[in-house]
């Protein structure tokens, strides 16, 4: 193994210690405060508005599937779509679920299917909820913004893989006047939907939906094992740039 | 047995894929399990072209808003499944490579550069002009740390846009223009991917640890 990879694996198994000890101390009941995330807080009863308002609330899972590099980013916006789908359930008033992959096709409707099983509603299942757009990243952004656009929607919820072309949905939606909540696995997305969002999950936020969505022990774990590792990692970004800039400052070699 | 067999697959196939990226020996067994996944995924795009069918037949059958659209859309799909189909057996009746032919054989091919690439190209050389309306609404709509952040948006891009145009030689905006994309924005990008990072190993290990359950019972 060389340095890079005996790092990894060292990052790896300090983050997956910690998840286990703190999701542990999290089940024997100790529940620390985790830090408001208002992206992920507006989502909690948009379902509920949604029911009341009569209109459905739309979900975009992105352009990524399950066994890709970006297998996490879909699962953040499976999880959102769990929170979401058991309030859907009871009330039968499904969301409208978008991707451009098949396999995270597959997913969602299990998703859902599951959800109205929980409910003991399985005659209220409707695979039709969730839609393969597209197979590319034009054409699926061209597809959800007509959906915005000729049906009712009290709001968008975006996670997954997006590029640019965002901004189109993001658009689209800010022209219909919806409730927009986005997160996105990349920089360049959340630049496009930064002017038209209600609020960006910046980061690891998309990936924090299941801990504050749905409160499991391993999930707040999960989040506080997240916060740990980044302050260490910030802490020695920060010591090894004073030191290397010190030593520039001294004249001493550079590193 | 329904809820544990999903569980250890995922628990057994996920550990051995991680594995293999740090002990190396091994890594054919990655390669392997990656082919088994383009497989499947395969199959998920069967599924896919039926769910295409099923909204969009509904739509049309239910004269829905823009069944039209869904009319195009479904026509459209099966003109090109029919010459792709065709250039296909046709390449295999005169032994050409067939899997080769179905997706770019002669029609197949023109049909994606004189139609699809043309049409994405317009609607991406929209995206400056809807960026720039978007941070204009910005400016105009959002609260004052809103219009803080839309006029630094808004100046950003100005600089960076024009910093970029050969028109005039402006040095001073070209090199501000590198700063910004080398400084500030490689920084904030830096630690938002750090962040991403963070939470992708977090989500891998609690599917990894059996916390999370993707799969069906």
Same mark, same amino acid.
């Given at each position: 193994m060389d340095s890079s990879q005996i790092a990894g694996a060292l990052l790896v198994v300090a983050l997956g210690a910690l998840i286990a000890v703190l999701g542990g101390i999290a089940w024997t009941g100790r529940r620390p405060t985790l830090r408001p995330l208002p992206g992920l807080e507006i989502l909690r009863g948009q379902q509920d508005r949604a029911i009341e308002s009569g209109q459905s609330l739309h979900l975009s899972l992105g352009t990524s599937g399950i066994g890709g590099g970006n297998t996490a980013a879909t699962l953040a916006g499976l999880a959102i779509l769990e929170s979401l789908a058991d309030e859907a359930a009871a009330t039968d008033t499904p969301p409208t679920v978008t991707v451009a992959d098949p396999t995270a096709l597959v997913m969602a409707q299990d998703v859902l299917r599951r959800a109205y099983a929980r409910q003991g509603n399985? /005659?209220? =299942?409707? #695979?039709?909820?969730?839609? =393969?757009? /597209?197979?590319? #990243?034009l054409p699926y952004a061209a597809g959800v913004s007509d959906i915005l656009s000729s049906e009712e929607t009290s709001a968008n919820v975006m996670a997954g893989v997006f590029g640019p072309e965002a901004a189109f949905i993001t658009e689209e939606g800010s022209k219909q006047a919806v409730l927009q909540a986005a997160g996105a696995a990349d920089v360049a997305p959340l630049a496009v939907m930064y002017p038209s969002v209600n609020h960006l999950m910046i980061g690891e936020e998309m990936f924090a939906a299941s801990g504050y969505m749905d409160n499991l022990p391993v999930h707040t774990g999960s989040l506080l094992a997240q916060d740990i590792i980044r302050w260490l990692l910030a802490a020695l970004l920060f010591v090894a740039s004073a030191g290397a800039l010190l030593q520039r400052l001294w004249g001493g070699p550079t590193l | 047995m329904k809820r544990v067999a999903p569980l250890v697959v995922t628990m057994v196939f996920g550990w051995l894929t991680l594995v293999t990226y740090f002990w190396p020996v091994i890594a054919p067994a990655r390669y392997i399990l990656v082919e088994l996944a383009v497989i499947i995924a395969a199959f998920a795009a069967i599924l896919g072209t039926f769910n295409v069918f099923h909204v969009h037949g509904t739509r049309i059958f239910r004269q829905r808003p823009g069944w039209f659209y869904s009319f195009v859309l479904l026509a459209s799909m099966g003109v090109v499944l029919v010459i792709g189909a065709w250039e296909g057996v046709t390449a295999m009746v005169l032994g050409q490579d067939a899997a080769r032919q179905g997706v770019s054989g002669e029609v197949m091919l023109w049909l994606y550069q004189y139609i699809l690439i043309p049409v994405q190209a317009s609607l991406a050389a929209l995206l400056p002009f809807l960026l720039a309306f978007a941070a204009y609404r910005t400016l105009r709509m959002r609260s004052a740390s809103g219009t803080v952040g839309g006029a630094l948006f808004l100046i950003t891009a100005i600089i960076v846009l024009l910093g970029q145009v050969?028109?005039?030689?402006l040095t001073p905006l070209r090199d501000l223009r590198e700063w910004i994309i080398r400084v500030p924005a490689m920084a904030g990008m830096r630690g938002i991917l750090l962040g991403v990072g963070l939470g992708i190993t977090a989500t891998a290990l609690r599917v990894l640890m059996g916390a999370d359950r993707p799969s069906s019972d």
């Open positions: 399985m /005659a209220g =299942y409707d #695979p039709r909820a969730v839609r =393969y757009v /597209a197979a590319s #990243p | 050969p028109l005039f030689n």
